[in-house]
């Protein structure tokens, strides 16, 4: 019985090392082109209408803030990134009107590229809904590939009858934004 065993133990031994083996050739693999697509949130807030008055009650005439946005900067971005749309929506129910500026800066803080777009009164606090879109490709594209700080300024206008927010005024204003971006991986380079 154990010389069966092992003339059986030996026969598979034999049959799993020759069959079914090819040369595999590593070569094939030079030429492959990957068009991957990464979405990525980049800015977004929820502010209540009370938010857009100072510790005095007075209403702000703008707020900013910013965001450090390093990925663009790695060389992996800078060689095979070759289209990006970024997409802005504001909501607001805010009885005010804004003007959105984006900034796009570079490490040194020099403005690269500006998006600016208006978002409408919210008469009555009704929702409006403001949406924005912008490719970059081309030379514009190259403003992205340098930036690594968006930094957004809202302009808050004056209502139209002359009344102030103060900490009982309804509404609120949604900001989200995102970026599709395109790569183009070629191995033959």
């Known amino acids: 019985m154990k010389t069966l065993k092992c003339i059986f133990f030996h026969a598979v031994l034999c049959f799993?090392?020759?069959?079914?083996?090819k040369n595999v050739d590593f070569d094939q693999a030079e030429g492959i082109v990957l068009t991957p697509t990464i979405e990525s949130s980049l800015l977004f807030f929820d502010e209540?209408?009370?938010?857009?008055?100072?510790?005095?009650?007075s209403e702000v005439a703008f707020v900013t803030d910013s965001v450090v946005v390093e990925v663009f900067n790695g060389?992996?971005?800078r060689d095979n990134l070759k289209k990006s749309i970024l997409q802005f929506e504001a909501i607001n129910t805010i009885d005010r009107a804004y003007e959105a500026k984006v900034d796009f800066l570079n490490d040194a803080d020099e403005l690269q590229y500006t998006l600016l777009f208006n978002i409408p009164t919210a008469v009555n606090n009704q929702e409006i809904l403001v949406e924005q879109e912008e490719i970059f490709e081309g030379d514009n594209?190259?403003?992205?590939?340098a930036t690594n700080k968006l930094a957004l300024t809202l302009t808050i206008f004056s209502s139209t009858d002359g009344s102030s927010l103060d900490e009982d005024s309804l509404g609120a204003l949604r900001f989200r934004s995102k970026g599709t971006f395109f790569f183009n991986i070629d191995t033959s380079e």
């Open 16 to 21: 799993v090392t020759i069959s079914c083996v």
């Open 48 to 57: 209540p209408a009370p938010s857009f008055i100072n510790e005095n009650g």
């Open 75 to 77: 060389g992996f971005v």
């Open 141 to 145: 594209l190259e403003a992205i590939k």
